[in-house]
């Protein structure tokens, strides 16, 4: 069993930029592929940003492509989404999520996904 902690989440101004962090305890992360996720208010949970077992792919969503980049740390056991120029629609919870079953790539599908951390609140204001 992994357990995943997501933290970097906040209050900001549209314009700004935020360092999302996920880190996981209780099994390696070198072999699964990493997502983020994010869910607003009344709103579905949709894919954000996925990268391969050694960070060689990532992929995005259209809405983020450009300003936000994930990243991974394989000996730090952590995944990170660096995101600038937030815009009043990025708010919400984002999630990350383990792959851990998928020879190591991602997937935009949450279905995909074995394991999810809890979330971290992005808020971001006019």
């Known amino acids: 069993q992994v357990q995943l902690v997501e933290s970097g989440g906040g209050l900001v101004q549209a314009g700004d930029s935020l360092r999302l962090s996920c880190a996981a305890s209780?099994?390696?992360?070198?072999?699964?592929?990493m997502g983020w996720f994010r869910q607003a208010p009344g709103k579905e949970r949709e894919f954000v940003s996925t990268?391969?077992?050694?960070?060689?792919?990532?992929s995005y969503a259209e809405s983020v492509k450009g300003r936000f980049t994930i990243s991974r740390d394989n000996a730090k056991n952590s995944v990170y989404l660096y995101m600038n120029s937030l815009k009043t629609e990025d708010p919400g919870v984002y999630s990350c999520?383990?792959?851990?079953?998928?020879?190591?790539?991602?997937?935009?599908?949450?279905?995909?996904?074995?394991?999810w951390g809890q979330g971290t609140q992005v808020t971001v204001s006019s």
């Open positions: 999520a383990d792959r851990r079953y998928s020879v190591g790539w991602g997937s935009r599908l949450r279905n995909d996904y074995d394991y």
């Open positions: 209780g099994r390696t992360l070198i072999t699964s592929a």
């Open positions: 990268i391969s077992w050694n960070g060689g792919s990532t």
